[in-house]
């Protein structure tokens, strides 16, 4: 089947999974490009995948019907879903593709873009909060927060005045003609951008949902399980690096302890990726969504 997304870091994903005897949590399942590979490489490979996106179920499941019982369905959020995965399943890996996929990204009725004439950015199209109402409902110092903390946006509260006053705003293409007015331009990227992602972070509750992901890994602790995550901005990047580098700790004393009194035995697992793992010139040329794509793996240490 044709796929209208293609799989970011496909390689290494592969590199990292392609020898998995058993369950791997897809947890982004999408399009299906990641696990279709997975599934086609090795036979002892099974998927659970998880999406939101009743669009992006439909085809994926599709698409991994030739594999039959090696593949599970599941439509709901991650952080959700997940717990099922954990609780019945012996998990040997975990793959979590955080984004918005290139469907989302270009079907105008969408939102997602900066040309729609909708203002919506739900990745799940039946979840109560759309960018409607983050847009015209949140009061101004809601609207500056987010802008500054998702949004890393240093006119925060300019950018939050300026929507106030302009509601009510009912299209994505009239939405960024304001940031246009307000943001200094930065080289070829739109000056929308970035208040685009600060938005679709709070609709879709992006980091709660990662840090939510964490916590449930953290919980269960699969037994030699790799755990694989691909994000595109520097706020999911920053949680993953700061959990998986606490995951690895052996000492858990208090900073001010003189020694170790712990017994120093408290990791988790090991970080597999000193430097996260990113794309080459030649994917980025193909596929130019991976330029800002970083995976981190960490691997659970088997339980007696
Ligand atoms: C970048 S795409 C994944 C593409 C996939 N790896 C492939 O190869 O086709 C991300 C997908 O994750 C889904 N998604 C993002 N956050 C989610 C969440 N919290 N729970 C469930 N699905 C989520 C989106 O709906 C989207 O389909």
């Known amino acids: 089947m044709k796929s209208p997304h293609i799989p970011v870091l496909l390689d290494k994903v592969i590199q990292t999974f392609g020898d998995t005897d058993g369950w791997i949590v897809d947890a982004t399942l999408g399009y299906g490009g990641h696990s279709e590979a997975l599934l086609r490489l090795n036979p002892q490979i099974k998927i659970f995948g998880i999406d939101q996106d009743q669009e992006a179920i439909d085809f994926s499941t599709k698409r991994l019907a030739p594999f039959g019982e090696r593949v599970r369905i599941q439509k709901g959020r991650y952080s959700q879903k997940i717990l099922e995965a954990l609780e019945r399943l012996p998990v040997k890996g975990v793959l979590a593709d955080i984004g918005v996929s290139s469907l989302q990204l270009d079907k105008k009725e969408r939102g997602f873009g900066l040309q729609s004439e909708n203002l919506d950015m739900r990745m799940d199209p039946q979840a109560s909060l759309s960018a409607y109402e983050v847009v015209n409902y949140y009061d101004e110092e809601r609207l500056a927060k987010i802008f500054k903390e998702y949004g890393e946006i240093p006119q925060a509260k300019k950018l939050a005045k300026a929507v106030v006053e302009h509601r009510p705003i009912t299209s994505a293409k009239d939405l960024a003609a304001i940031a246009q007015k307000v943001l200094p331009k930065k080289g070829r990227i739109h000056p929308a951008t970035t208040m685009f992602q600060a938005i679709r972070i709070e609709v879709n509750q992006e980091l709660e949902e990662l840090k939510k992901l964490l916590d449930a890994l953290e919980r269960y602790r699969p037994s030699g ?30 900073p001010e302890a003189m020694r170790c009194e712990c017994g120093g035995d408290h990791a988790l697992g090991e970080i597999l990726t000193k430097k996260p793992m990113s794309a080459t010139k030649e994917e980025i040329a193909q596929n130019p969504r991976a330029r800002s794509a970083k995976m981190r793996v960490f691997s659970f240490k088997e339980s007696a």
């Open 225 to 254: 399980a790799k755990v694989a995550i691909i994000t595109f901005h520097s706020l999911e990047d920053r949680i993953v690096k700061n959990r998986f580098k606490e995951w690895a700790k052996q000492c858990i004393c208090p």
